[in-house]
């Protein structure tokens, strides 16, 4: 299974919004609304902040949203903050009953 | 709240197994719930390695299955991972991971795994 493609890297101001995309196959991402997003700052765990597409989980900042179109799924940060300065990855589950993850984007906030 | 460490050698040596435990405390292995192992190499992106649920039934990417098992410990309340044959291109960060549904939901902090003579 080869690895959901994502820019390797996007850049904003403060305030502005970005959008971070996913791209996979019919496969993964366009066969299944289980898409989900991780945030990772450097030396730390990766944290759930997207899941199922649109979902977020409790605590976590509703300036993130989730959509998908097809087998491109797409991540929004709105009102972008200097905490926001991350790495980016997305996962679908897939038709072979697995796990794939995006190749990771680093967001900088300018 | 649930709680992972992960926990084993820091250092492999080439063509042996490399063999991990991630202690769940806050919560039980037989949950209704499946857990993962990811691995992250350094300074790159993140892996599937593969996921056990509570029966001991288990799912692993292509890529590594014939190299793979992963298996639970109820009575330890660990989920353990073991990888034959490694190589220089297993050292990583291996974290355990527990799914909410169909998705990976709490992270452990990880351990850095080394592959070297």
């Known amino acids: 299974q080869s690895a959901l493609t994502q820019p390797a890297s996007v850049s904003g101001s403060p305030g502005q919004s970005i959008t971070v995309s996913c791209t996979g196959t019919n496969s993964d991402v366009g066969a299944f609304n289980y898409v989900s997003w991780f945030q990772q700052h450097p030396g730390k765990a990766p944290k759930l902040i997207i899941y199922d597409v649109s979902n977020r989980p409790s605590g976590v900042s509703n300036r993130f949203s989730g959509s998908k179109s097809g087998s491109t799924a797409s991540l929004t940060i709105s009102g972008l903050q200097a905490e926001d300065e991350a790495d980016y990855y997305c996962?679908?589950?897939?038709?072979?009953?697995?796990?794939?993850f995006g190749t990771g984007t680093k967001v900088t906030v300018l | 709240q649930v709680h992972l460490q992960e926990s084993g050698p820091g250092l492999v040596r080439p063509s042996e197994i490399l063999s991990l435990t991630c202690a769940v405390s806050?919560?039980?292995?037989?949950?209704?719930?499946?857990w993962s192992w990811v691995r992250q190499p350094p300074e790159k992106g993140l892996e599937w390695i593969g996921q056990v649920y509570r029966r001991g039934t288990t799912n692993y990417n292509p890529s590594l299955r014939s190299r793979v098992t992963i298996s639970i410990a109820q009575s330890e309340n660990q989920i353990s991972l073991r990888l034959s044959s490694v190589t220089a291109a297993d050292t990583a960060m291996y974290y355990c991971?527990?799914?909410?549904?169909?998705?990976?939901?709490?992270w452990g902090r990880g351990t850095l795994v080394t592959v070297s003579s």
């Open positions: 806050g919560g039980s292995v037989t949950d209704d719930n499946w």
């Open positions: 996962t679908s589950y897939t038709t072979t009953i697995s796990y794939v």
């Open positions: 991971v527990k799914h909410g549904g169909k998705y990976l939901d709490l």
